[in-house]
Nanobody
Framework: VQLVESGGGLVQAGGSLRLSCAASVNIFAFDTMGWYRQAPEKQRELVAGIARGGNRNYADSLKGRFTISRDSGKNTIYLQMNSLKPEDTAVYFC??????????WGQGTQVTVSS
């Protein structure tokens, strides 16, 4: 399984970015897919997840600003990030979870929000 993230970059505070994670297989092969982030010297944390059935969950602190979605035809999930803040600066990782094949991670994409 390969997961390839894209869409990161440098944005001013208040701006928006949309991250993409393209999977090499049908995304419905996974129980859950999600986005995590890791800021310098901090632990990796869950940002948002979407289950096979469509249920979504978000980190409490990000609800209302971030939205996870998917396009099964493109085997891709997305993370729409609005009203970005400097504290959102991190490397964002895509993760796919499967009870059959285990977990897979993408290589990460850097998001930098300037004040």
């Amino acid at each position: 399984v390969q997961l390839v993230e894209s869409g990161g970059g440098l944005v001013q505070a208040g701006g928006s970015l949309r991250l993409s994670c393209a999977a090499s297989v049908n995304i419905f092969a996974f129980d859950t897919m999600g986005w995590y982030r890791q800021a310098p010297e901090k632990q990796r944390e869950l940002v948002a997840g979407i289950a096979r059935g469509g249920n979504r969950n978000y980190a409490d602190s990000l609800k209302g600003r971030f939205t996870i979605s998917r396009d099964s035809g493109k085997n891709t999930i997305y993370l729409q990030m609005n009203s970005l803040k400097p504290e959102d600066t991190a490397v964002y990782f895509c993760k796919a979870e499967s009870t059959l094949t285990g977990d897979s991670w993408g290589q990460g994409t850097q998001v930098t929000v300037s004040s």
